[in-house]
């Protein structure tokens, strides 16, 4: 089964199934199918009616525990552990991780029982088994492969007759990238240029891995090579750290980062309204503290200009001060400070930092019913690896989407256009990926035997889309002088 939801255009390349007839369904029916099935019947329903059903219950469930009718969610999950199985269909092993979220959430709301019932947990760090997962996410989608190879392309492009280069990592955790681009700049036809490539990750093991990796393929081809470890988690990073050199080209890689600064800039708006609201109680700027609840740091900033007559240009974007409340922003202007030469972000392409949780439940309901639908056709349901990703990744993913809110939410995924639109007010212009790039990641995904998965061009940048839903970004950018 290919779970995918219809576009607006009406165009599909897929066949009918739940989440596609779901989706022309109108959300204020009043019923789905029956939500008072007995439980005996629900084993003998068909794979699609399931489907159904299963995002009826989801939905339901969802409302219940928004509105805090915890008796009804507890009802809805009642029906919801009958269906949902992570070794079933699709749907299915969907349905068990959002199923798990939703519990996780309603016990979150009771801070006593949660702290109660996780006080004797054993937290372990496993830093192997979390290497082994990454690498398995890696093999089993060409997302990282394309976000790579794109990478690369965009930073050989650049660094074309530069003699010393710098490439910072944002997150160190694949030597392929690396070993790829060390064996591309020894091909190029000036030689290769003095390497140096700065990692950061917050666990020694990985980065010690990764420079093993590194250093010895760079002595094999005999290439002038330099490894920076910085045992640092990303939000925790000084630049002074990275000991960017004068003298040096530098290309930023940032691959899955950027979003986890949001959290950050969500808990500062919350106490900056706060504030606002205790020192002006009148309400005279509540329309001002209202769209800082909902929009982003960017948008309350560039608000703030255009009220005070400031308009900015394409080339007076860089001088912008940066916006007090903006986490994501002050980095990336710190990071526009040391004038890369080219800064590649890929991110997820979508919309799971709603403010409310039916915005993020049907969003992400989306987004991972074409990722599990990846899996469905590509990897065997008893794979144990399989079970690996859905359940530490994905299943991960959606119960910090789901269950989690504040700082605490750290998974907040945004589209390629708010992307875009904060590394434009950072300083940045885009840099469209060449014609010979989207040419190489075309012919990854048909050589590898991904079929399923496209590339769209949009705005000079990669979206990676399941059949016609897109996943993940690739954007390149240079410093906007």
Not at 176 to 191: D, K, V
Not at 217 to 225: G, Q, V
Not at 326 to 342: C, E, H, M, Q, Y
Request: proline share 4%; hydrophobic share 40%; glycine share 6%.
């Amino acid at each position: 089964m290919v779970a995918m939801f219809q576009e607006d255009n009406g165009t599909s390349s897929v066949a009918s199934s739940p989440l596609q007839v779901f989706s022309t369904m109108s959300l204020n029916r009043p019923t789905l199918l029956a939500s008072s099935s007995p439980f005996h019947c629900l084993k003998d329903l068909k794979p699609e009616e399931r489907g159904l059903y299963l995002i009826h219950l989801l939905l339901t469930c969802a409302n219940h525990v928004a509105s805090g009718s915890l008796q009804n969610a507890n009802a809805a999950l009642e029906q919801l552990s009958h269906l949902a199985a992570p070794d079933g269909d699709t749907m299915q092993r969907i349905a068990a991780y959002f199923t798990e979220a939703l519990a996780n959430r309603i016990l979150k709301s009771w801070p006593g029982l949660y702290k109660a019932l996780n006080a004797t947990q054993i937290r372990t760090n496993n830093v192997s088994e979390e290497i082994h997962v990454r690498r398995l996410f890696f093999e089993m989608f060409p997302i990282l492969k394309v976000s790579y190879l794109l990478t690369n392309r965009a930073i050989l492009e650049a660094m074309e007759g530069e003699k010393m280069v710098h490439v910072v990592d944002l997150d160190a955790s694949e030597p392929a990238q690396w070993l790829a681009l060390i064996q591309a700049f020894n091909s190029r036809p000036e030689g290769p240029p003095h390497l140096r490539i700065t990692g950061v990750h917050h666990q020694k093991e990985v980065l010690e891995q990764m420079a093993h990796r590194l250093i010895e393929e760079a002595e094999k081809l005999d290439i002038p090579f330099q490894f920076n470890p910085v045992v640092c988690r990303l939000d925790c990073l000084n630049l002074e750290q990275l000991r960017v050199k004068t003298g040096e080209a530098l290309a930023v890689s940032s691959v899955l980062q950027l979003h986890t600064f949001l959290a950050s800039d969500d808990d500062l708006m919350r106490k900056n309204c706060a504030l606002r609201f205790q020192n002006n109680p009148s309400g005279v700027d509540l329309q001002r503290v209202l769209m800082m609840s909902h929009g982003s740091a960017a948008e309350a900033h560039e608000n703030d200009m255009s009220n005070n007559g400031y308009s900015p240009s394409g080339d007076s974007a860089s001088s912008l001060p940066l916006p007090s409340s903006g986490r994501t922003d002050g980095f990336l202007n710190a990071i526009w400070g040391l004038s890369p030469k080219v800064m590649v972000v890929t991110e997820q392409d979508s919309d799971h930092n709603g403010s409310t949780l039916m915005e993020r439940l049907l969003e992400s309901l989306y987004t991972y019913a074409a990722l599990f639908d990846c899996l469905e056709t590509k990897v065997p349901r008893t794979s144990q690896d399989r079970i690996k990703v859905e359940k530490m990744l994905f299943g991960e993913e959606i119960k910090n989407i789901i269950a989690c809110e504040g700082f605490e939410r750290r998974e907040r995924h945004e589209k390629l256009e708010k992307w875009s639109q904060r590394i434009d007010l950072a300083g940045f212009g885009n840099v469209p990926l060449s014609y010979y790039a989207m040419l190489q990641a075309r012919r990854l995904l048909q050589g590898c035997g991904f079929d399923g998965y496209r590339i769209k061009e949009e705005s000079g940048c990669a979206v990676i889309c399941w059949q016609d839903r897109p996943l993940y970004s690739v954007s390149a950018w240079r410093c906007r002088k």
